[in-house]
């Protein structure tokens, strides 16, 4: 089992940045990729950015080049770094993980609202 806890959603203007971290614990060893995932009203979940264990990077078209993903060796923390919001990235923001066997772990989410 992999435990994952977001933190660092908050309000911002249009223009400025914003840091999520999530924080694992339990199995992080078994963790293969980790990443965020948002979620906006009357929309799907959808990516954002993945990192994998060895350290290779993705991300959702519509956010590259204003969103970075980092992480710790340790798999027990993951990043993201938000910069140049837009009010569409306004969403509720999940931590996701998950391992070689395909079990999915869920964050409980936290919110970013970023006004125009």
């Known amino acids: 089992q992999v435990q994952l806890v977001e933190s660092g959603g908050g309000l911002v203007q249009a223009g400025g940045s914003l840091r999520l971290s999530c924080a694992a614990s339990g199995s992080t060893f078994s963790i293969y990729v980790i990443g965020w995932y948002r979620q906006a009203p009357g929309k799907q979940r959808a990516l954002v950015a993945t990192?994998?264990?060895?350290?290779?990077?993705s991300y959702a078209e519509s956010v590259k080049d204003r969103f970075t993903i980092s992480g710790n060796n340790a798999k027990t923390a993951v990043y993201l770094q938000m910069n140049s919001l837009k009010p569409d990235d306004t969403a509720v923001y999940y931590c996701?993980?998950?391992?070689?066997?395909?079990?999915?772990?869920w964050g409980q989410g936290t919110q970013v609202t970023v006004s125009s």
């Open positions: 990192i994998s264990s060895g350290g290779s990077t």
């Open positions: 996701n993980a998950h391992n070689l066997r395909g079990d999915a772990y």
